[in-house]
Antibody, heavy 126, light 106 residues
Framework: EVQLVESGGGLVQPGRSLRLSCTAS????????VSWVRQAPGKGLEWVGFIRPTIYGGTTEYDASVKGRFTISRDDSKSVVYLQMNSLKIEDTAVYYC??????????????????WGQGTTVTVS | IQLTQSPSSLSASVGDRVTITCRAS??????LTWYQQKPGKAPKILIYETSTLQSGVPSRFSGSGSGTDFTLTISSLQPEDFATYYCQQVNSYPSTFGGGTKVEIK
């Protein structure tokens, strides 16, 4: 079964760091971009950032609210994407989802949306 | 780019036709995706590129629009459609979501 599984969530104090992992299975991980999306309690979805496939440089984009504090990286050999979260704030409290982005490659990379999602992992900053 | 969804919530009955709108603060061509989320669950993609139905999604869901104004329509609401719906623009980064529309049972 194609799936993503997040791990690494928990309770952390403001100003501290936490690293989330997103482990993929049953698809060719290196061909896909992966996003992180979060949802604060009782709130809507918030896009955090994404990482392109390695073939397209493995570069990243971030929302302004996390830029400079969060870093997304990938290890294609392990089929894992990481979200390193530093200088955590109370407002970072949320369920964090990773999601596979499906894309077109011709004539140039174009990212349509997120078709496979993990179950989410909860981060509480308090 | 800001996305404004309306209404933020609505009450409807099984069999009703439901329309949700998503307005972008600037033109995004047709780079809009719709998701459905049920309580305690991850979102599920419904439609991408404004109007293309994701595989396995019932044909009662449809999308339209371009530029700044988009709609998601459910032609005949079914019990399993009661959920929150989000639009997302993928035209430029940072990508953004609309605030969501909660569809409740009347």
């Amino acid at each position: 079964e194609v799936q993503l599984v997040e791990s690494g969530g928990g309770l952390v104090q403001p100003g501290r760091s936490l690293r989330l992992s997103c482990t993929a299975s049953e698809f060719t991980f290196r061909h896909y971009a992966v996003s992180w999306v979060r949802q604060a309690p009782g709130k809507g979805l918030e896009w955090v950032g994404f990482i392109r496939p390695t073939i397209y440089g493995g570069t990243t984009e971030y929302d302004a609210s996390v830029k400079g504090r969060f870093t997304i990286s990938r290890d294609d050999s392990k089929s894992v994407v990481y979200l390193q979260m530093n200088s955590l704030k109370i407002e970072d409290t949320a369920v964090y989802y990773c999601a596979r982005i499906f894309m077109a490659t011709i004539p140039q990379p174009y990212y349509y949306g997120m078709d496979v999602w993990g179950q989410g992992t909860t981060v509480t900053v308090s | 780019i800001q996305l404004t969804q309306s209404p933020s919530s609505l009450s409807a009955s099984v069999g009703d036709r439901v329309t949700i709108t998503c307005r972008a603060s600037q033109g995004i061509s047709t780079s809009l995706t719709w998701y459905q989320q049920k309580p305690g669950k991850a979102p599920k993609i419904l439609i991408y590129e404004t109007s293309t139905l994701q595989s396995g999604v019932p044909s009662r869901f449809s999308g339209s629009g371009s530029g700044t104004d988009f709609t998601l329509t459910i032609s005949s609401l079914q019990p399993e459609d009661f959920a929150t719906y989000y639009c997302q623009q993928v035209n430029s980064y940072p990508s953004t979501f609309g605030g969501g529309t909660k569809v409740e049972i009347k």
